[in-house]
């Protein structure tokens, strides 16, 4: 090796391709966690959410879909309230997840910015987000915009997931469902379905090579952990 006076080879890992093959392969259905972002009985960040799931399973995969309504605000109670260990466990059992929320003032709402405030980059040695994949959508009152899915990927790079490069921005979204709450055919409908078919792909692609693509130097070093080979999210259950 040459001479790097501030690297520790103790725990040095040049990527090699024989570690991107998983050392067991998950046989069972991709799992994804469904977060949307607004209180309203017509929700259409929920609609879309809704939408987002039933195609989903039409791929085959096995979904959920969180209900904010009761998720108390951050640091407002203790990280046993049930909402909040209803919210840990489903980031847990996934291997993906679908963010939605309205464009507000120019951002996401607080109503889904909570959602991520109680999910923990660590806790129990356990990472409830990192690793997996997500999507990012929105949907917007008036002309279309980027601004709330530019802010979910800056979210979503802090909580340290593999954000697929589509994503779904919905204008005038109160035109684009009918009265039972099914998106109408339209080229946002398709954008849709384009962003869950990439959102499923990459999570068949890294689910089995997650933890070998986030595992990083500076966190082996400063554990004093050597390199331990690949590992998956396969074994992560919710409870019975």
Known sequence: MPDFPALDPAFVDPPRMEALVPQTASTHPPRFLLLYGSLRER??????IEEADRLLRCFGAETRIFDPRGLPQPDDAPDDHPK???LRELSLWSEGHVWCSPERHGTITGIFKSQIDWLPLETGGM?????RTLAVCQVNAGSQSFNAVNNLRILGRWMRMITVPNQSSVAKAYDEF?????MRPSPYYDRLVDVMEELY?????????ADYLVDRYSERKAEGRE?????????IRLPD
């Open 43 to 48: 929700s259409y960040s929920r609609l879309l």
């Open 84 to 86: 909040v260990r209803e």
């Open 127 to 131: 990472r409830p987000t990192q690793g």
């Open 178 to 182: 009918d009265d039972a709450g099914r």
């Open 201 to 209: 792909k990459f999570t068949l692609l890294t689910r089995d090579r």
């Open 227 to 235: 390199p331990s080979g690949t590992a998956s999210l396969a074994s």
